[in-house]
């Protein structure tokens, strides 16, 4: 016997598909009866199903619904969207103290010459590309400047921080997924606000 103890065969039960198509229409109704807390239940099941179907869900959907669950649990659960956000910023603070941050702040340099009759001078202005320290990455002060530029990021503002070539990187990047993750919070808790 396969399937459900209950009916002689898989035949008799439903496909993610047919769940799917179910749950749709019920979320619907309970949208149209302005029960949205009803209609956020049968949103998951749609989407859980629809991430089950691997007939007519194709493998790439089926994939982008795994993330979006595991990262905002369909945008209904704002407390996985800041948990990972979290992560993503503790992350990007230690790779900044371990690769981002140089040893110190290059110093900028002006070269000249000054004619002896008064003339026109120009100064050449240089700066020495930022280095990794060699030791003692892991500091109250640059803990402070990962910090800085970690929340910086996450509202897409740069950190007018000196970074290494590693540093300007993990800065872009940062720059990139947490805003995202923060925009998935908000909707999850706006969510939550608007039932």
């Excluded at 898989?10 to 229409?25: F, G, K, N, R």
């Excluded at 290059?106 to 990794?132: H, L, M, S, Y």
């Amino acid at each position: 016997m396969d399937g459900c103890p209950h009916h002689g065969g898989s035949a008799l039960t439903p496909d993610p598909e047919d769940v799917a198509a179910v749950c749709h229409q019920l979320r619907r109704a309970f949208e149209d009866a302005k029960n949205e807390p009803g209609a956020a239940d049968f949103y998951y099941g749609e989407m859980e199903m629809r991430r089950h179907d691997r007939t007519s869900t194709p493998r790439t959907e089926r994939r982008l619904l795994w993330a979006y669950l595991l990262l905002s649990g369909y945008g209904l659960r704002a407390s996985h969207a800041l948990l990972w956000l979290s992560l993503a910023m503790l992350t990007t603070i230690l790779l900044l103290m371990g690769f981002g941050l140089p040893q110190h702040s290059p110093a900028q340099e002006a070269v000249g010459v000054v004619p002896a009759d008064g003339g026109r001078t120009t100064f050449t202005i240089d700066k020495d590309d930022p280095q990794n320290p060699t030791e003692n990455h892991f500091t109250s002060e640059r803990f402070d400047k990962a910090l800085t530029a970690t929340l910086n990021s996450v509202v897409f503002r740069s950190s007018e921080q000196d970074l290494t070539t590693a540093g300007t990187y993990i800065e872009m990047t940062s720059r990139l997924l947490e805003p995202a993750l923060l925009v998935l919070a908000v909707l999850a808790i706006r969510g939550r606000i608007k039932r």
